[in-house]
């Protein structure tokens, strides 16, 4: 063979051969476990696409082991506990019941959250510059969120005097909410009325309470249960004529009339970050927690019509995202 020959042919079998980086173990299948809710097709194919773009290909690298609680946080225990015993090499897992139920079975497979609303108070991390443990991810929502909520909503519903506030006792975290949002709540003129919410079994309860009560919105606090059942949410909101805010986007594009917060999209293509950098050899207990810099406010202009609200204009012009 001469030596042109000879180049060409072992430069065609360089390109042929799968990319081996540092950490990473040639001819290895890793298997990525996920310990969510839900995750609908767009989140999945979010997450798929960045590990994609850093060289981990489904069925080639790595294989899926996915555990789903449908919304019912009692199951996350034993998810998680049937899940490590699959002994995955990283675990995905979405809110702090799931990461919770993670951690309690595994102290050595290193997890990624996602959308944990106090990580640190949570116990889930030391801290956000140096998690320690076996955990890190993407979580925290930074103070003052859930008062910039209720202001919101009463500009634009400025009649609302009483508004329900939908509430789970056993997040400790809803008790935190309640002390940014109290002094607000007295200083625009406004009366919370409290409504307890633990189960998807309770939605509809929990809505005849607000019409009966004649509240004149719902501010829903954020627990992962209101995500999943997002379209129910909107569907009892319209039907009690209750007009709603809430911490998703999509949320208002299944019809709640309108939300303020961070989008889920936005941590599940941070994702593939973590995975990548842990699954080539980064320590969890050294990467950072990232939090959300950036919140966005949707309103569904449809949901506000059939309600009867006009929304001020001042308002519609700083929406990033306005469903008509």
């Known amino acids: 063979m001469d030596r042109r020959r000879f180049l060409l042919t072992s430069l065609a079998g360089a390109l042929a051969a799968p990319l081996v980086t540092e950490g990473q173990q040639a001819g290895k299948v890793y298997r990525i476990g996920l310990l969510e809710n839900v995750l609908s097709d767009e989140l999945l194919s979010a997450v798929s ?6 060289g981990w290909v489904e069925g080639q690298n790595f ?6 609680s449908e919304g019912r946080n009692e199951r996350f225990p034993s998810l998680a ?8 090499d990283i675990i995905i897992t979405a809110g702090t019941a799931a990461t919770l139920a993670a951690k309690a079975v595994t102290t050595t497979i290193p997890i990624v959250f996602h959308s944990v609303g106090d990580p640190v108070g949570s116990g889930i991390v030391a801290s ?4 320690g443990g076996n955990a890190t991810g993407l979580g925290g929502l930074g103070p003052g969120l859930h008062a910039k909520m209720l202001e919101l909503f009463k500009e634009a519903v400025p009649r609302a ?7 789970n006792p056993a997040f400790r975290l809803h008790t935190t909410y309640r002390n940014e949002i109290d002094p607000v709540a007295t ?16 939605l509809d309860d929990a809505f005849a309470t607000a019409a009966n009560r004649k509240l004149d919105g719902l501010m829903i606090l954020g627990q992962p249960m ?4 997002r379209n129910q949410v909107a569907k009892l909101a319209l039907a009690h004529r209750i007009p709603a805010i809430i911490l998703w986007s999509e949320a ?12 889920t999209i936005d941590y599940m293509q941070r994702v593939p970050h973590y995975v990548d950098r842990i699954l080539r050899g980064a320590n969890p207990s050294e990467l950072p927690v990232e939090q959300s810099t950036r919140f966005y406010l949707s309103i569904n202009l449809k949901t506000a019509k059939a309600l009867g609200l006009t929304i001020p204009p001042s308002l519609l012009a700083r929406a990033d995202q306005v469903i008509e």
Do not use: C, H
């Not at 696409?49 to 850093?54: D, N, S």
């Open 226 to 229: 209101m995500f999943v059942f």
């Open 63 to 68: 294989v899926w082991e996915r555990r789903f």
């Open 161 to 167: 005097s009483r508004i329900g506030l939908l509430v």
């Open 49 to 54: 696409a960045g590990l994609r773009e850093r």
């Open 81 to 88: 506990a049937e899940l490590v015993q699959g002994k995955p």
């Open 128 to 131: 956000l510059g140096r998690p």
């Open 187 to 202: 200083k625009i003129n406004v009366t919370l009325v409290p409504i307890e919410i633990q189960a998807p079994e309770q």
């Open 252 to 263: 208002v594009e299944a019809g709640v009339f309108m939300s303020y917060g961070d989008r």
